[in-house]
């Protein structure tokens, strides 16, 4: 593969060249204007990108990716920015392409259940706009009124829901793609199944390493006839953690099924006030959602099973202003949290429900150890652990620390059965520990995968795999201490 030293052009001749393929105002090339395109929601990794581009169309957009490759420059897709892996970071000598412009939802098909939009739409706004036909789609972000269903398609993203409806993959049927030589293709079938390769699967998730997608094709879900919410108050982690695990045993599937720990609930409570008991150690949010006959009868069994279970306040949504009040204080948990320490760092790992417990006192010890606090919110149904761990940026060394702290607990998730991410990618941040789950084998096809669709290796470069000499060195930094 090329890198950056195979670049042939100077900035002048980039900005020459994409002036005959582009209007003026959709190329950004001053330090003001480039500045908030040096970051994702990961603030600690930044860069300042070459030039921005937003172009208006997909033919526009072909065009600008034709000659990133013509000339080996790197290219890197963006969305809205709220990633939380630096998997948006631009390349120093690279363009990043914005698809805020791709922003239209181009058709609602009502009694197929689909809709077809562009990159740039909001996650809440494709929900906004069909809800008018009682239908709604399921992946829900905590960034949803922000983050855009491209971002989302490149980080398959879940959020509070995707424990009963999936996350990004199960809900996409298909979407139009350019690849690294911009070359427009169509990936997946308008109908549930198609023949061939499942590529939605290999690309959904790829983190724009593999193409960039220009139009998607979601699936839409009719909304529940009854939603509500029961919050179980615990005066013990690991009573929570194991309840999670027992309320699936029980055969019951939650819509969703949400964990705070009390740094996360007094933030949260003092920040929306959402009726939250500050004075719990955990608290758990389950919702059971369908027709009314189902939820009053799961209800009823999720209640009992929390107090058997040694839940101390137990509380029901009685109609929807109380449900979305409930899942307010969940949903504003990481700002929430940024009230309390000057800087926090959140870290994404998926463990299996049944470790729960052992991974929430082991983080606890780490937390000791490393003297630094951790708030947890996350998505316990599924097993995917948001710590937030609590750090100021401003007090030397402990940036570093908290890197490590944070790399220590992804690979207890990789020890415990897990994996290093569940929604938020791996991007730049977790590139360390891609060797603590995956052999030299194993990151060799990962390799040979991005060769295949990416030969020139233009498309946000040095996100997601490793170099093999780079684990190496990890291995063996390990491997001595």
Request: overall charge negative; some cysteine; charged content about 20%.
């Amino acid at each position: 593969m090329k890198d950056a030293s195979d670049i042939t052009l100077t900035k002048p001749q980039i900005l020459v060249e994409l002036g005959r393929v582009l209007p003026t105002n959709c190329i950004i090339e001053d330090e003001e204007t480039l500045r908030p395109y040096e970051c994702d929601g990961l603030s600690v990794y930044c860069e300042m990108p070459l030039v921005v581009v937003i172009p208006e169309t997909v033919q526009q957009l072909q065009a600008v990716v034709r000659l990133c490759h013509q000339h080996a420059i790197p290219l890197v897709a963006r969305g809205a920015g709220t990633g939380l892996c630096a998997g948006a970071m631009p390349h120093a000598q690279g363009v990043v392409v914005s698809l805020a412009r791709f922003n239209r939802i181009i058709d609602i098909d009502e009694d197929a259940r689909t809709a077809r939009v562009q990159p740039g739409v909001r996650n809440l706004a494709i929900s906004e706009a069909v809800g008018e036909f009682g239908l709604y789609y399921a992946p829900d972000p905590s960034s949803q009124i922000a983050c855009t269903i491209g971002g989302n398609v490149a980080e398959n993203s879940g959020g509070v829901h995707c424990l009963k409806y999936g996350l990004t993959v199960h809900n996409v049927l298909a979407f139009d793609m350019l690849t690294a030589e911009g070359d427009l293709v169509t990936i997946g079938h308008q109908g549930l199944d198609g023949a061939g390769f499942d590529l939605l699967a290999l690309l959904i998730g790829s983190e724009g390493m593999l193409g960039i997608v220009t139009e998607i094709t979601v699936k839409l879900l009719p909304r529940p006839e009854v939603a509500q919410v029961v919050m179980a108050a615990f005066d013990d982690v690991e009573k929570a953690a194991n309840a999670v695990a027992d309320i699936i045993g029980a055969g019951i599937i939650p819509g969703g099924l949400e964990m705070m720990d009390s740094h996360a609930i007094r933030a949260a409570e003092e920040y929306c006030h959402a009726g939250y008991p500050i004075d719990a150690e955990a608290l758990l949010l389950c919702e059971i959602d369908g027709t009314l006959e189902e939820v009053q009868e799961h209800i009823l069994r999720v209640e009992n099973l929390f107090r058997q279970l040694g839940a101390i306040a137990v509380r029901t949504s009685n109609n929807e202003e109380e449900r979305m009040l409930l899942w307010k204080g969940r949903k504003s948990a990481f700002p929430a949290v940024g009230r309390i320490s000057p800087d926090y760092y959140c870290m994404d790992g998926t463990i299996p429900r049944s470790q729960l417990s052992n991974v929430l006192k082991r983080m606890n010890e780490m937390s000791e150890q490393y003297g630094l606090r951790v708030a947890n919110v996350f998505h316990a149904g599924d097993g995917n652990l948001h710590p937030l761990i609590l750090f100021d940026a401003n007090v030397p060394g402990e940036l570093e620390k908290t890197e490590e702290f944070g790399g220590k607990i992804l690979e207890l998730c990789v020890e415990v059965g897990g994996c290093i991410t569940g929604e938020h990618g791996v991007g730049v941040e977790k590139l360390r520990q891609m060797h603590a789950q995956f052999n030299d084998e194993e990151l060799s096809q990962f390799h040979r995968i991005k060769e295949a669709f990416d030969p020139k290796g233009i498309l946000n470069p040095g996100k997601g795999i490793p170099v093999l000499k780079r684990c190496q060195e990890y291995r063996s930094i390990e491997a001595a201490k």
